[in-house]
């Protein structure tokens, strides 16, 4: 019966069934041995420790550099880094991962994300007991950077830094410009007049603009000066769920309608986008750079003559857009807690490692080192680092902090503003439609 | 099987009825045991996820877990009203129409081109067909730096020719035609397959006998080739359009659905909803308004076939 | 997720694109200018991948330099894939996707074929009722499952595992419908036969259908193995862990700390690459054949 027909019948297709077949089976059975794990090997002894960041350019070849120290220093942990895209992809991995239970042991958040995020139960908060025997306590922190990290009386983040919304400017411009004080450093501007009228004057000697500021399709550009302004009114701004935005309206348009009129062409460039104006200022073309702390290097590199302090006050009250970079525990289905203790010690160890993290531009946020003489003949940090105590994070809302949709929303309808295509009244309050409609919306997380 | 068989043979005097049943009811064990493993992975990954989808879209559920508040068509109406989701539905459509058109020409010609017998037959093949076996993210890579405004290859090309840079992947107006342009050359080549192996199942006698009457090599294209196509061009387009409605690799991969939401597709809207902005339930709902889309569209490809072949 | 397919199974004819036909056509103009510009396509198909393996081979500060060069100045270099192997992952995301795809396609093909061979050879009740509900599954684009079949895996604790990515992708209605046809076109005699000698219906699956069935077979495991290879949707929502990633999802996290280093991109792109296009030119015939008898994909 089977002979003949056998002999044809295994044909490449029996074949290909039984292979296939026990390919199956084998694969089957390795990949329910290997789901457990991550498909890496364990290395002998020293326990890996994966940890998601968001920093790459300059920030990121010194956290490389941080990181690769801190595993050269000991033998009991090794930290793998994963660095994803700044901004959404980031954080939607990030919470992708840890709903799936298995998220890295350490990761990096923007400060201001995290009032919003950890209600979710998606991140464990720090043990303080713990943290103290590592030689990290609370009191190594400045006060508003340590308020933003809690939650409920718990702390869900441990601050590395604040990158503030700064001013830089050229000191020979300035000091041709005849705006600097005294002491080398620009002279200490109150109003927003005499903030225009320097910002002339420094035109007059580049003979291209004062002041570079770049926003183009940059939300958290426009933001960042935005509400370093609002807040120096002295202006709020709550976002409470379910209700109405609680914002002052005259406050914002006037804000609003002031750096419009910043955006002259004179002044600066009516509509420059970030790259634009770093190269300006870096090619010398502008007096003074309106930017985040992380463009120092840059302008290092570029060897432009210059300093830097937090915006002047203008308006009455000293303040500050940051948002900081901070460590946070992603929630483990099964915790393990030598590997949790490891992550500790790791955190304390970059954290007194820090002044390497200041040379990016960040003003650390742990004081010892802020404190230090190493820091304070750092400059121009130093002469900065005073914005920490004046800084403002977003208001606290699940849908606001850095890279956010928030900040998209500002863009959305504030961009037109700036370029002039809008009034200041009509764009604020579409935004605040915008918020209100969200506030109205349950609360996912 | 042996134990049915020895059965049936050990009782040769069965009435004709029983065996008959023996017969039905081994078939059905063994139909279903034959379907059983299929089944499995069919109602446990397919029925099951798309049936608790729409419970979700009923409820708030958040990635975090929290707010399974069951919340009736609240969802529903949301999106409806959702001008995001509007404007992302608006691109994918957009993108559908723009990208069957090129999809199906360029394919025809290079069949057309090809079927004409031409030396080299292997080189078009490949050159045509090879870019279909790339993954979306190494076509994306390929693109985004050859549409690099400063460093990209095309920038260049068109700076020889004395043509200015186009900022191809963020300025707005353009950055569509830029992914329809990677896709074209990432697809076009599935379509080619298909003209090319459904003109060469035309007759030759057919061709034979137009030469016989005397009509060129236009004239044959036009009355013999393309006619006898009708069948596979309508199956490229409907095919391509329910593809491209499902668009998402290479418009992520390319410009994350920007600049502004400018090329945001339906199925990025429905990721952002539910894993960007945690709204699970939501985006469930979405999903499914996409799926009515699908539906319809499927409907309608049933009925223009059905209409043909009638 | 696997792809949704319609398909005519053609056997006889001389239907899947065959090599020059066997008769030499005279050199008309006609000829020429459809030769040139036939020539002219492919060269501008083929423009992508060499220009990408142009800049592989520079140098990183070569190739982010302006004016771009067709041949570098300082020469060509392996820098760009020796880094990128050391230092990222794309080895083990190759295994990951060697893997998985080879596990999808062995699974999708077993399942696949012994319902096939059900619904086209026995004759049982329900038969009909599951073929309408498996007809209507086509009609489901895969995005529309992403959220709940995400939901899923979390809670069969299958993300960021291999289980994970392979078995949603095992369900291919459209392959079933594939090998059912051919099926439908085996003559029954055959199997009769066999049934009389006293074999069982696996015997008869297994020594006379499968046998027959090599061409069939052998297409819609290429096609299943490529679908799963270059699947990108869902692999990317199911991993999160860089070492559980499959190769596409991976070529998308390469982000330098050194910001965006052109050449390794062009690098791992081509590295990424290479496997299927290895299998292509090696079987380039059965491969074309295989999606040419297949039929018709959503992509």
């Known amino acids: ?445 | 099987m042996s134990t049915t068989i020895d059965k049936r043979q050990a009782a040769p005097a069965a009435p004709a009825e029983n065996r008959h049943e023996a017969r039905k009811r081994r078939d059905r064990i063994h139909g279903w045991s034959f379907m059983a493993p299929f089944l499995a992975f069919f109602g446990l990954f397919l029925i099951w996820p798309l049936i608790y989808g729409v419970v979700m879209s009923f409820t708030g559920k958040s990635l975090t877990g929290a707010n399974s508040s069951f919340l009736g068509l609240a969802n529903y109406a949301e999106a409806l009203g959702d001008a995001d989701m509007w404007h992302s539905l608006g691109n994918t459509l957009y993108f559908t129409v723009i990208s069957t058109v090129p999809l199906v020409l360029v394919a025809l010609l290079m069949a057309a081109l090809v079927n004409m017998g031409l030396p080299a037959q292997w080189l078009w093949r490949l050159s045509f067909f090879a870019p279909f076996l790339l993954a979306s993210t190494v076509v994306s890579l390929f693109f985004v730096w050859m549409f690099n405004p400063q460093l990209g290859l095309i920038n260049d090309v068109l700076g020889k020719v004395g043509l200015a840079p186009v900022d191809w992947l963020n300025n707005p107006d353009v950055a569509m035609w830029s992914i329809v342009i990677a896709s074209l050359w990432w697809t076009v080549g599935f379509n080619f397959l298909l003209y090319l192996a459904a003109m060469q199942n035309i007759p030759t006698a057919h061709y034979e006998a137009a030469q016989l009457d005397g009509a060129g090599g236009w004239r044959q294209f036009f009355s013999i080739t393309l006619p006898q196509l009708n069948q596979t061009t309508i199956m490229i387009v409907i095919l391509q359009v329910l593809a491209s409605l499902k668009i998402f690799d290479q418009v992520y991969q390319m410009t994350g659905g920007g600049p502004g939401g400018a090329t945001r597709t339906i199925v990025q809207y429905i990721f952002e909803a539910g894993f960007t902005g945690y709204r699970l339930g939501y985006s469930a709902a979405i999903s499914y308004i996409f799926f009515g889309l699908i539906v319809v569209v499927s409907i309608a490809q049933f009925a223009v076939t059905r209409k043909r072949s009638a | 997720m696997a792809t949704t397919l319609t398909a005519p199974a053609r056997t006889s004819r001389r239907t899947a694109v065959e090599p020059s036909r066997k008769r030499r056509k005279p050199l008309s103009p006609a000829r020429i200018i459809a030769t040139v510009i036939v020539a002219v396509l492919a060269v501008t198909w083929l423009v992508p991948f060499a220009w990408a393996t142009v800049t592989a081979f520079k140098s990183e500060t070569e190739a982010a330099a302006a004016p771009i060069t067709l041949v570098p100045k300082s020469g060509f270099t392996f820098d760009a894939f020796a880094k990128v192997l050391q230092q990222g992952n794309i080895p083990q995301w190759t295994w990951n996707s060697l893997f998985t795809s080879a596990a999808v396609t062995a699974v999708t093909l077993v399942i696949s074929a012994l319902a096939a061979y059900a619904l086209s050879r026995i004759d049982f009740k329900g038969r009909k009722v599951l073929m309408t509900v498996i007809v209507a599954s086509l009609i489901v684009p895969p995005p529309v499952l992403i959220i709940p079949l995400f939901y899923q895996m979390v809670s069969f604790h299958m993300i960021d595992t291999y289980w994970g990515i392979i078995l949603p992708q095992v369900i291919a209605p459209a392959m079933v419908f594939v090998l059912k046809k051919f099926f439908d076109q085996i003559p029954r005699e055959l199997e009769d036969a066999a049934l009389v000698d006293g074999a069982g219906r696996i015997r008869i699956f297994l020594q006379v259908v499968l046998p027959l069935s090599r061409p069939i077979l052998a297409a819609v495991a290429i096609f299943v193995f490529i679908g799963a290879w270059n699947n990108f949707l869902w692999p990317f929502i199911v991993t999160n862990d860089s070492a559980m990633l499959t190769l596409p999802v991976g070529l998308q996290t390469i982000k330098s700390a050194y910001g965006i280093q052109y050449a390794q991109n062009m690098a791992s792109a081509l590295l990424a690459a290479l496997p299927l296009i290895l299998v292509f030119l090696f079987f380039q015939r059965q491969i074309i054949k295989g999606i040419s008898t297949t039929g018709l994909a959503g992509t």
């Open chain 1, 1 to 445: 019966m089977h002979g003949a027909r056998e002999a044809s019948a295994t044909g490449l297709s029996r074949r290909t069934l039984l292979r296939s077949g026990g390919l199956a089976l084998s694969g089957l059975a390795a990949a329910g041995m290997l789901s457990g794990c991550g498909g890496t090997a364990q290395a002998a002894g020293a326990e890996q420790l994966r940890f998601w960041h968001l920093l790459s350019g300059g920030d990121g070849i010194k956290m490389q550099a941080m990181i690769d120290s801190a595993n050269a220093s000991q033998q009991a942990y090794k930290v793998l880094p994963t660095v994803l895209a700044w901004g959404a992809p980031y954080y939607t991995k990030l919470a992708m991962a840890s709903a799936g239970g298995r998220p890295p042991e350490v990761a990096i958040m923007h400060a201001a994300r995290v009032p919003g995020y950890a209600p979710g139960g998606l991140l464990d908060p720090w043990d303080l007991d713990l943290l103290a025997t590592h030689g990290v306590t609370k009191d190594d922190f400045a006060p508003r950077i340590w308020e933003n990290s809690q939650l409920d009386g718990k702390v869900f983040s441990i601050a590395l830094d604040s990158h503030p919304f700064i001013l830089m400017y050229n000191t020979e411009v300035a000091g041709k410009a005849g705006v600097l004080g005294a002491n080398g450093q620009l002279e200490t501007i109150t109003s927003g007049d005499r903030f225009k009228e320097a910002a002339l004057e420094m035109a007059k000697v580049t003979g291209k603009h004062g002041l570079s500021y770049g926003y183009l399709s940059d939300g958290a550009q426009m933001w960042r000066m935005f509400y370093t302004f609002y807040r120096q009114h002295g202006a709020t701004m709550e976002l409470p769920q379910g209700q109405k935005a609680k914002v002052d309206r005259d406050v914002a348009v006037d804000v609003l309608e002031y750096i419009h009129s910043l955006l002259d062409g004179k002044i600066a460039t009516a509509s420059g986008d970030g790259g634009t104006a770093i190269a300006e200022f870096a090619g010398q073309g502008s007096g003074m750079l309106a930017s985040g702390v992380w463009e120092l290097p840059t302008m290092q590199t570029a060897k432009v003559p210059f300093d830097a302090m937090p915006i002047p006050t203008l308006f009455g009250t000293p303040a500050a857009y940051a948002d900081s970079h901070a460590f946070v525990l992603p929630h483990q289905q099964n915790l393990d807690e030598q590997k949790r203790s490891d992550v500790y010690a790791f955190v304390a160890q970059i954290l007194k490692g820090s002044l390497n993290w200041a040379k990016a531009g960040h003003i650390p946020a742990f004081q010892p080192v802020v404190r230090s003489e190493a820091y304070k003949n750092l400059l121009p940090q130093a002469h900065y680092a005073g914005a920490a105590d004046i800084i403002n994070y977003d208001p606290r809302a699940w849908f606001t902090g850095s890279g956010s949709d928030f900040q998209s929303y500002f863009a959305e309808n504030i961009q037109n503003v700036f370029l002039g295509r809008t009034q200041a009244k009509d764009g604020w309050d579409a935004f605040v439609r915008r918020l209100d409609t969200l506030l109205s919306k349950p609360n996912p997380v």
